[in-house]
C-alpha cells in the first residue's frame, strides 16, 4: 500500500512538472540562458575595445643598428607589436584589462649588426637590461676552474678569449670551457700589440689563433678581442675578412692591478649600465670575489649572458 502511494506522487509531480514546463518555460525552472550570453559577448567586446584603445601606449618601433660616433657599431633592437586576440584570450579569464597579460609580437629592425661595415664593437644595445663578461686569457689556469664553476652555480653564460699559445698548451681546459656552454673568441697569438703588426702579420696572427681553436671546438671563432685594446681600423677590417668582430669594453675591473674584491666590485657595479660589456682575466680578484659580483648585478635587474646574446635584436 505504501509503495502504491510513493508511485501515485511520483507520477503527480511529473506531469506537475511537465505541465509548469509548458506554461512558463523561461521563468523560475531554468536560468534564462538568453540573457547570460549577450552579458558575456558584451563584456569580451568591451574588453577587445579597451585594448585596441591601450595598445598604442606599448608598442614600439624597431630600432635600427647603427655606428655611434664614441661607441662605434651598436646593435639594433626588435620592436613590439600587441597581438589583439592572443592578449584577449588571456585577459578574458580575469574578465578586466592587464598590461602584465599583454602578448606582443616582435618586429625586426630593418638593418642589423650584420649589416654594417667593420667598427668595432664596445657595448649591446644602450637599452637593453643586459651585461656580458668578457675573460680574457693568456697565462696561467690556475683560477679558472673556480671561475667555470663559479658560472655553473650562478647558470651564466660568460666569453673566454683566449690567446692562440695559451690554447694550444691547454687544449682539455679550452674544451672545458666551450662544453659549458660559454662563447670562445681570439684573444691573438702570444699577445701582440695588433696595433704595431704590418697587414701581413695581422692576418697570420689572426689566422694561427683561429686554426688553433677549430682544431679544438671544430669551428673558428666569431669574436676577436685585441690583447691590451690595442688595435687600429686595418686591425677591424682584418678581422672582419676573417668573419671576425672586434670586441672591446665599456667596464673594467682593472683586476691586474690586484684589488680587494669589494673595490672590484666597487668599481664595476658604479660604472654598470645597460649593455656593459665588463673585461676580467683569471685572477685572484675575480676567482675571489665573482660570485659576489653576479649577485650584486643580478640585484640591479641585470640579465647576464654570452655576447652572443647581448648582441642580438631581442629586448
Do not use: C
Request: proline fraction near 6%; aromatic fraction near 8%; charged fraction near 30%.
Amino acid at each position: 500500500m505504501q509503495k502504491n502511494k510513493i508511485i501515485i506522487h511520483f507520477i503527480v509531480f511529473t506531469i506537475a512538472f511537465f505541465i509548469a514546463v509548458q506554461v512558463h518555460p523561461d521563468k523560475h525552472i531554468f536560468p534564462n540562458v538568453s540573457n547570460v550570453l549577450p552579458a558575456v559577448a558584451v563584456k569580451e567586446k568591451n574588453l577587445r575595445e579597451e585594448i585596441e584603445e591601450k595598445k598604442e601606449s606599448y608598442e614600439e618601433q624597431p630600432q635600427d643598428a647603427y655606428i655611434d660616433e664614441v661607441w662605434k657599431k651598436t646593435p639594433g633592437r626588435n620592436g613590439r607589436k600587441v597581438d589583439v586576440e592572443k592578449s584577449l584570450e588571456k585577459m578574458k579569464k580575469e574578465n578586466r584589462f592587464d598590461e602584465s597579460l599583454l602578448v606582443y609580437k616582435n618586429i625586426k629592425p630593418k638593418v642589423s649588426i650584420e649589416d654594417l661595415p667593420p667598427a668595432p664593437i664596445y657595448r649591446g644595445h644602450p637599452e637593453k637590461q643586459m651585461v656580458s663578461l668578457l675573460i680574457n686569457v693568456a697565462w696561467g689556469t690556475e683560477h679558472i676552474p673556480t671561475i667555470l664553476e663559479i658560472l655553473e652555480d650562478q647558470k651564466v653564460r660568460a666569453n673566454f678569449f683566449l690567446d692562440g699559445k695559451w690554447a694550444k698548451e691547454n687544449m682539455k681546459m679550452v674544451k672545458k670551457i666551450a662544453e659549458a656552454g660559454h662563447v670562445i673568441g681570439s684573444h691573438a697569438y702570444n699577445h701582440p700589440d695588433m696595433a704595431m703588426l704590418t697587414e701581413d702579420q695581422m692576418k697570420e696572427n689572426i689566422e694561427q689563433t683561429n686554426n688553433i681553436i677549430q682544431s679544438i671546438i671544430g669551428h673558428p671563432p666569431e669574436w676577436f678581442a685585441p690583447p691590451s685594446g690595442s688595435f687600429n681600423d686595418k686591425v677591424v677590417e682584418i678581422a672582419h675578412q676573417f668573419d671576425m668582430e672586434t670586441i672591446l669594453w665599456t667596464v673594467d675591473t682593472i683586476d691586474w692591478k690586484k684589488p680587494s674584491v669589494s673595490v672590484m666590485i666597487n668599481r664595476v657595479i658604479s660604472n654598470i649600465h645597460p649593455g656593459a660589456m665588463i673585461l676580467m682575466h683569471p685572477t685572484p680578484s675575480v676567482a675571489n670575489g665573482l660570485a659576489e659580483l653576479i649577485d650584486e648585478l643580478k640585484q640591479k635587474d641585470y640579465q647576464i649572458d654570452a655576447i652572443d646574446k647581448l648582441l642580438d635584436e631581442s629586448r
